[in-house]
């Protein structure tokens, strides 16, 4: 668990780490190694869990990769699946980390709400209900790692 103490908004006590694949940890579907091996030191502390529509459809050559259980979403309804699989967690316990439109009602249900703008870009909808929006998934998993960080963004 990471408990992280914001002034003027209280304890968080985040047990799930929810990361959607492409667009946010994966670019064309590979997911960096350096980002696995934040991934890793971050299961040490959180369940962690790798929800994805498989767009580009390489999952199967990064499964074995990760510190993650795997969630599949398919057609139709994807964004509906990602909330309730964040419901399902006991959505004030998790973390989500997101890009995509089928992301927005799993980001708006997270305790924490991580948005990544990297190269495969970000949806207007996840900007605007997201906690935090950085750069790279390098970034969004660094924050988690120094959650003073956090601190600093979203105290009041």
Avoid: W
Avoid at 123 to 139: E, P, T, Y
């Amino acid at each position: 668990m990471i408990s992280i103490d914001i002034p003027g908004r209280g304890l968080y006590e985040l047990k799930n780490l929810v990361l959607d694949m492409n667009g946010t940890i994966a670019v064309d579907g590979i997911i960096q190694d350096d980002i696995l091996e934040r991934i890793g030191r971050l299961s040490k502390v959180l369940d962690i869990y790798l929800i994805t529509a498989d767009t580009h459809g390489k999952l199967e050559s990064q499964k074995g990769k990760i510190a993650a259980r795997i969630e599949r979403v398919s057609p139709p309804g994807e964004a509906q699946q990602k909330a309730d699989f964040i419901e399902s967690l006991n959505a004030s316990s998790c973390v989500a980390i997101g890009n995509g439109s089928n992301d927005i009602e799993m980001l708006k249900k997270a305790s924490l709400a991580i948005v990544v703008v990297d190269r495969e870009g970000c949806a207007v909808g996840a900007l605007q209900v997201a906690h935090i929006i950085v750069n790279s998934s390098r970034d969004a998993l660094d924050l988690l790692l120094n959650t003073n960080r956090i601190i600093a963004t979203l105290r009041r």
